[in-house]
């Protein structure tokens, strides 16, 4: 079997065992699934008629409620990377001749999955409340992509937190920056609409582009600027998380 070969084996088995440990933590489902959707209910039945954004505002939230799933979900993955490296599991799979990366990507690719059944739940419960998008097949498929784009990149952040972290409940922590900024961007009300500093906090942080671009993709009227911006926010995000996952890996397992 080829090296190829081989670390795509142990990859499908590290995603196999990272997906069993999600389904039987009730509390990470709820995080990642539930969690956010009690948040959009809570938006668009309670506060939602309180905001002016001229449309109606189940399809103004919708894109950003997009976002703020994958960012609940994150917690879950730097919990686990930390546990697997602190408890000395990752040791013991280097003495079965695992393959090194298959340990990290596993944990990217089931931190993807988990936030594309997020985003599929939110999607489901947005058109119960009267969603009506006006995207195309070709802008939906440019949505799922963006939102892989952005699950991935967060994935591979966060697996980078989790390994740098000291202990567990330190790994959770250091996730909540990255929940806290879908609340700090243009999610919930347009970024023209805040105080001095917010405003400008809100308009050049790295989830406002992507929350616009899925915004314009739905509404069929994608942003160019916009989309740009996103992908390259989460080609950069990416890249950072990916390389300091490497280098904080081979530094401590």
């Excluded at 196999?16 to 009690?38: D, E, G, S, W, Y």
């Excluded at 938006?43 to 960012?71: E, H, I, R």
């Excluded at 003495?95 to 990217?108: C, F």
């Excluded at 119960?128 to 097949?137: L, N, Q």
């Amino acid at each position: 079997m080829s090296g190829i070969s081989t670390a795509l084996a142990d990859s499908a088995i590290m995603l196999r065992r990272n997906l069993k440990h999600t389904l039987r933590n009730p509390l990470v489902l709820f995080n990642a699934v539930l969690f956010p959707i009690v948040i959009m209910l809570l938006f668009v039945k309670v506060f939602g008629g309180a905001f002016s954004v001229g449309d109606d505002y189940v399809d103004y939230a919708t894109p950003g409620m997009l976002v703020m799933a994958v960012s609940y979900g994150l917690g879950a993955t730097a919990t686990s990377v930390n546990d697997d490296m602190t408890k000395g599991i990752i040791n013991r799979f280097k003495v079965m001749d695992i393959s090194r990366g298959a340990v990290l990507t596993g944990q990217v690719v089931v931190t993807t999955v988990r936030c594309l059944v997020a985003d599929a739940a939110i999607v489901g419960v947005a058109f119960a409340m009267g969603f009506a998008p006006d995207a195309s097949a070709l802008d939906w498929l440019g949505v799922f992509g963006l939102v892989v784009l952005l699950s991935f990149a967060a994935g591979w952040l966060t697996v980078a937190l989790g390994l740098a972290a000291k202990t567990a409940e330190s790994a959770g922590l250091a996730t909540v920056p990255l929940i806290m900024l879908p609340f700090l961007s243009s999610a919930f009300v347009p970024a023209d609409t805040m105080g001095t500093g917010v405003r400008q906090f809100a308009e050049y942080q790295p989830f406002t582009p992507v929350i616009e671009t899925l915004r314009g993709l739905l509404a069929g009227d994608p942003p160019t600027g916009d989309a740009i911006a996103a992908v390259a926010w989460c080609a950069g995000l990416a890249v950072v998380g990916y390389g300091w996952a490497v280098a904080t890996f081979k530094k401590r397992a």
